[in-house]
Every structure is written in C-alpha cells, then in structure tokens.
C-alpha cells in the first residue's frame, strides 16, 4: 500500500515563496513519475506539475511555468515542488500522487494559502 505524507505548506503574503514535500512510502518511489494537483475551495482537483522517474523531464500546467520548480530526491523517496512568485489564485490544498500509478493514491494534502 502506497502511503504519501504531504507538509511545507503555510501563509504566506503574495511574491513570496514555499517548498512542499511529499514523502512516499510503500511502493517503488523511484520507478513512479509523481505529479502535484491542487484544489481550491469550490473547484475541482487541477494539475500543477509532473516529473518523470529519473527527475530527467518535467511538465507544468500554464498557470504556474516558470514560478513552480518540481524535483526528487529518489535517495529520500520525496519528491518537491519549490513554489516562488506566488499569488493569491494559488492558494488551495496541494496533492502529490503517483502517476503510474493511476493517480489513484493520495495524501492528505497541504494547505497553501497566498495572501493579497
């Protein structure tokens, strides 16, 4: 059973910067590309970025290219999403899943809130 511990998220005021985690467990961490989804109050769960299992090829959703910086760490099982320029529209609760897996496991997620 493939278990996934999100944490980094906070406040913080719009321009600013945060770096999430995501700690994996119980699976083969480094043969998965793992994706961050987030979901804001109201609205449906959205792809923010995914990552390949060696860390070699990334892709991001266009509301957040060139501000948010998805990376690995296959030594720790954790995989990143280092997040900068942030703005209110971001705020929402980030998820990491596994994409080979289906995305049909989640975490907790992380709360993330920007403030104006």
């Known amino acids: 059973q493939v278990q996934l511990v999100e944490s980094g998220g906070g406040l913080v005021q719009a321009g600013g910067s945060l770096r999430l985690s995501c700690a994996v467990s119980?699976?083969?961490?480094?043969?998965?590309?793992m994706g961050w989804f987030r979901q804001a109050p109201g609205k449906e769960r959205e792809f923010v970025a995914v990552?390949?299992?060696?860390?070699?090829?990334?892709y991001y959703a266009d509301s957040v290219k060139g501000r948010f910086t998805i990376s690995r760490d296959n030594a720790k099982n954790t995989v990143y999403l280092q997040m900068n320029s942030l703005k209110p529209e971001d705020t929402a609760v980030y998820y990491c899943?596994?994409?080979?897996?289906?995305?049909?496991?989640w975490g907790q997620g992380t709360q993330v809130t920007v403030s104006s």
């Open positions: 119980g699976g083969t961490f480094s043969s998965y590309a």
């Open positions: 899943s596994p994409r080979d897996l289906g995305y049909n496991y």
């Open positions: 990552i390949s299992w060696s860390g070699g090829s990334t």
